[in-house]
C-alpha cells in the first residue's frame, strides 16, 4: 500500500491518501492539545500507544457488532482505515460524572450513574465544539434521524463492551468520546480514535487518573498512565 500527499493535519493524527481511492493512512503524533488547542505539549510515546490501543478496542468492537473504520496496522504509528466522511459530531457517552458534564450542571465529579447518557458536540473549532441536540444536528443537515439512531445505538454498545473489557483491566470506564463516519454507500461506521486521549479512565480500585486528564489537569505522570493503560490491555486482549 502506498503512501501519497497528506489530506489532512489534525491536532494528534495526519491523514494521507493511499493509491485505493477508499483506503487512506492514519500516522499518530505524540502532540497533545486541550481545550481547544490553547494548551498544547508532547506526551512522548503516545503516538505509538493510540494508534496500537485503538486497533486493538476496534477490533474487539468489530467483533461485538460495531463496524469500525480499521482495516490493518501497518506500523507502530500507522494504520490503513477504510476513506469515510465524518458525520461532525462528537459523541460522548458518560457513565460517571466528570469533566464538562460537572462543571456545567454543578456536581461533583464521581457520581456514578442509573443509566449512561450520551450526548452530542458540535464538530467546529471556531464554535468551540459546542453542546447541540438531535433535532439542531437535524436542523443544520449534520446527520438524518436514521443515522443519529444508528449512532445512539452504536455509542451505547460501545459503552457496553468497552467498560466490561476495561474492568476485565481493573479500569473504570468513566465516560468518553467517539466520531462517526459515513462510507460512500452511505453506512455509517465508528472512526477516529478509542485511546486515554478520548477516554476517562480510572484505577478501579485507587481511582487514579489513567488518562489525558493527567496532561491537561497538570497531575504529572502523563506518559506513565499511558503505558500503565496499555500494559493491562496487552495483558488482558488475548
Ligand atoms: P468532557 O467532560 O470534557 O466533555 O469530555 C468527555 C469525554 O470526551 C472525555 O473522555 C474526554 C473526551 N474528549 C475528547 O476526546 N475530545 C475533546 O475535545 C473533549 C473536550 C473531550
Known amino acids: 500500500m502506498e503512501k501519497l500527499e ?4 489534525g491536532k494528534a493524527k495526519k491523514v494521507y491518501a493511499t493509491d485505493d481511492p477508499e483506503l487512506l493512512i492514519v500516522d499518530y503524533k505524540d502532540d497533545a492539545t486541550a481545550f481547544n488547542g490553547v494548551k498544547k505539549g ?5 503516538g505509538v500507544i493510540n494508534n496500537q490501543m485503538s486497533n486493538r478496542l476496534m477490533q474487539r468492537l468489530a467483533r461485538g457488532g460495531v463496524p469500525t473504520h480499521f482495516v ?3 506500523s507502530e504509528r500507522e494504520t490503513l482505515v477504510k476513506r469515510v466522511k465524518i458525520v461532525p459530531l462528537e459523541v460522548i457517552v458518560r457513565n460517571i460524572s466528570a469533566g464538562s458534564f460537572a462543571k456545567r450542571y454543578g456536581v461533583e465529579e464521581d457520581i456514578v450513574f442509573d443509566q449512561p447518557t450520551i450526548e452530542f458536540s458540535y464538530k467546529n473549532d471556531e464554535l468551540g465544539d459546542p453542546l447541540i441536540n438531535s433535532t ?3 436542523a443544520l443537515h449534520l446527520a438524518t434521524a436514521e443515522e443519529l439512531d444508528t449512532i445512539r445505538r452504536y455509542a451505547f454498545r460501545v459503552n457496553e463492551l468497552l467498560r466490561e473489557f476495561w474492568a476485565s483491566c481493573g479500569i473504570t470506564l468513566v465516560d468518553f ?11 455509517i461506521i465508528l472512526a477516529d480514535e478509542i485511546s486515554p486521549d478520548t477516554c476517562r479512565l480510572w484505577d478501579s480500585v485507587t481511582k487514579e487518573k489513567l488518562d489525558k486528564d493527567r496532561f491537561r ?4 505522570g502523563v506518559e506513565d498512565a499511558y503505558a500503565e493503560v496499555m500494559r493491562r490491555l496487552r495483558e488482558h486482549d488475548e
Open 136 to 138: 439542531h444536528a437535524m
Open 6 to 9: 497528506m489530506l489532512y493535519e
Open 177 to 187: 468520546k467517539l466520531e462517526f463516519g459515513k462510507l460512500a454507500d452511505g453506512t
Open 42 to 46: 508532547t506526551i512522548v510515546g503516545k
Open 217 to 220: 489537569r497538570d497531575l504529572g
Open 72 to 74: 490493518k496496522e501497518l
